[in-house]
């Protein structure tokens, strides 16, 4: 698929992960569709990039449908990229008693349910679209967490959200198959992103330390450039892939 002239949706794409993608994929030639929360950071990136911002909570199926209309509006929809979520850090059962089952569902209904709901309307989207040479309609592309398969004491809520995203990942590319819309998941290991930045230095050298090779905190870029192999390697498909310097979470 070539990126250049098509149009892209970046949840989450006002920092982190999801901002680095979408300067990334707007200096491809992308016309990128911001949808975000922050509305000052977001509508500052994508007039930087040349590309528009939508006010989004990823969980609601209307905020959802305004995002898919204003790409649709820009240009041939053919992708979407899921950064938008949460990382709360609660014990199921800590001084304070049990798990706050509130947390626990806002966990679930962001980070899983937020990506689902982003994925099945830029899909239907995206089945409308002329196919490419290479038989694509589209290119759906979520981020789970290394936490999915080792989450650490307090993550369990995380954990779950990013599960369900590892879980959903093949028979999501299985149902859209026959409309040439592929389906990836990208599993992030120790990142330098504002949710980890907000941590202390020494708790963020530490968990640079424990990545093995390279011994550091991945970046945005470094998300950001596969993402972009994902969109260009049309075998890509139905597969978690963990970016992560080889770590394995400690249970803390």
């Known amino acids: 698929m070539q990126i250049k002239g098509k149009v892209f ?19 491809q030639g992308a016309t990128v569709v911001i949808a975000d929360m922050q509305a000052d950071k977001g509508e500052a990136v994508a007039k930087d990039i040349g590309g528009a911002f939508v006010r989004c909570d990823v ?16 240009g041939k929809l053919m992708g979407l990229v899921n950064c938008a979520g949460i990382a ?26 937020g990506s689902f709901n982003m994925i099945r309307l830029a899909a239907e989207a995206m089945a409308k679209n ?14 789970a967490s290394v936490a999915a398969y080792d989450g ?19 028979p999501i590319a299985r149902d859209l198959a026959r409309s040439g819309i592929r389906n990836m998941t990208i599993a992030p290991g120790i990142f330098g992103t504002p949710m980890l930045f ?39 498909n139905g597969e978690v892939i963990r970016l992560d310097g080889a770590i394995r979470l400690a249970p803390r």
């Open 88 to 113: 709360p850090a609660e014990k199921t059962v800590g001084k304070n008693g049990a798990h706050s089952l509130a947390v626990f569902s806002k966990t679930i209904t962001v980070n899983l349910i």
């Open 9 to 27: 949706i970046v949840t989450g794409g006002a920092s982190g992960l999801g901002e680095g993608t979408a300067r990334r994929l707007a200096a």
């Open 59 to 74: 969980s609601s199926e209307q905020d959802g449908q305004a995002v898919v209309a204003k790409a649709v509006s820009l």
């Open 130 to 143: 002329e196919a490419e040479d290479t038989g694509e309609r589209g290119v759906l592309i979520s981020t």
């Open 152 to 170: 650490q004491i307090g993550q369990a809520a995380y954990s779950a959200s990013k599960g369900g995203v590892v879980g959903m990942t093949l």
């Open 198 to 236: 907000g941590m202390p230095q020494e708790v963020q050298d530490a968990l640079a330390a424990g990545v093995p090779f390279p011994s550091r905190l991945g970046t945005p870029e470094d998300y950001a450039k596969l993402v972009q192999h994902i969109i260009e390697n049309d075998m890509l």
